[in-house]
C-alpha cells in the first residue's frame, strides 16, 4: 500500500523559513516524481512544484520561485520542501503527491498524504 | 499560464441522478487533462487521467470525455458516497493548474 507522510507545518511569521517532509513507502519512491500540492483554506488546490525521479529537474509556479526549494533524497525514500521568505498568502495545507507514471514528471497524481498545514502571521 | 474553468461551481443533485461536470481550459491541452473527488479533511482522490482512463479502483459510474479545450466529467447514477468536490487538472504545461471546484451536494 502506497503511504505519504508528510510533517513539518507549523505556524510561522512572515518572512520566516520552514521545511516540510514527505516520507514514501509502499512504491518504488527513487523511480517516480513527486510534487507538492496546497490548499489554502476555504479554497481549491494550487500545485506548488515538482522533482523527477533523479532529482536533478525542478519546476515550481512562479508565485514561490526563488523562495521555495524542493529537493528529495532516494535513499532515505524523502520528499523536502524548503519554503522561506514566506507570506500570509502561502497559508495552506501542503500534500505530497506521487506521480502517476514512473520516472517522467507527468503531472497526474495517484497517490497523496494527509497534508501538513503551514499557517503564515504574525 | 493555462486557466481552467469548471462549471457549475455547485450541483444540487439526488441519488440516482445523472451529473455532468464541464472544464475548460483557455487553450488547447489535448488529453492531458485528470479529474479528482476530494471530501472534506481529506486529501484528493485521482479518478481520471488522460481525459478518459479511468483510475484503478474507480466505480464505473465515473466516466471522462472531451479533448482540446472541452472536457466533461459525467457521474451516471449518483451515490451517496458521491458527495464531494471535484477539481479538473491540466498537465499539458507548466504551471500544473486545477479549475476552482465543483461541489455536488445533496438536493
Known amino acids: 500500500e502506497v503511504q505519504l507522510l508528510e510533517s513539518g507545518g507549523r505556524l510561522v511569521r512572515p518572512g520566516g523559513s520552514v521545511r516540510l517532509s514527505c516520507v514514501a513507502s509502499g512504491f518504488s519512491f527513487s523511480t517516480n516524481a513527486m510534487s507538492w500540492v496546497r490548499q489554502a483554506p476555504g479554497k481549491g488546490l494550487e500545485w506548488v512544484a515538482a522533482i523527477n525521479a533523479g532529482g536533478g529537474t525542478t519546476q515550481y509556479i512562479d508565485s514561490v520561485k526563488g523562495r521555495f526549494t524542493l529537493s528529495r533524497d532516494n535513499s532515505k525514500n524523502t520528499l523536502y520542501l524548503q519554503m522561506s521568505s514566506l507570506r500570509a498568502e502561502d497559508t495552506a495545507v501542503y500534500y505530497c503527491?506521487?506521480?502517476?507514471?514512473?520516472?517522467?514528471?507527468?503531472?497526474?497524481?495517484?497517490?497523496w498524504g494527509q497534508g501538513t498545514l503551514v499557517t503564515v502571521s504574525s | 499560464d493555462i486557466q481552467m474553468t469548471q462549471s457549475p461551481s455547485t450541483l444540487s443533485a439526488s441519488i440516482g441522478d445523472r451529473v455532468t461536470i464541464i472544464c475548460r481550459a483557455s487553450?488547447?491541452?489535448?488529453?492531458?487533462l485528470a479529474w479528482y473527488q476530494q471530501k472534506p479533511g481529506k486529501a484528493p482522490r485521482l479518478l481520471i487521467h488522460?481525459?478518459?482512463t479511468l483510475q484503478s479502483g474507480v466505480p464505473s459510474r465515473f466516466s471522462g470525455s472531451g479533448s482540446g479545450t472541452e472536457f466533461t466529467l459525467t457521474i451516471s447514477s449518483l451515490q451517496p458516497d458521491d458527495f464531494a468536490t471535484y477539481y479538473c487538472?491540466?498537465?499539458?504545461?507548466?504551471?500544473?493548474?486545477f479549475g476552482q471546484g465543483t461541489k455536488v451536494e445533496i438536493k
Open positions: 503527491a506521487k506521480d502517476i507514471l514512473e520516472w517522467t514528471l507527468r503531472g497526474f497524481f495517484d497517490s
Open positions: 487538472q491540466q498537465c499539458k504545461s507548466y504551471s500544473w493548474t
Open positions: 488522460r481525459a478518459s
Open positions: 487553450q488547447s491541452i489535448s488529453d492531458w
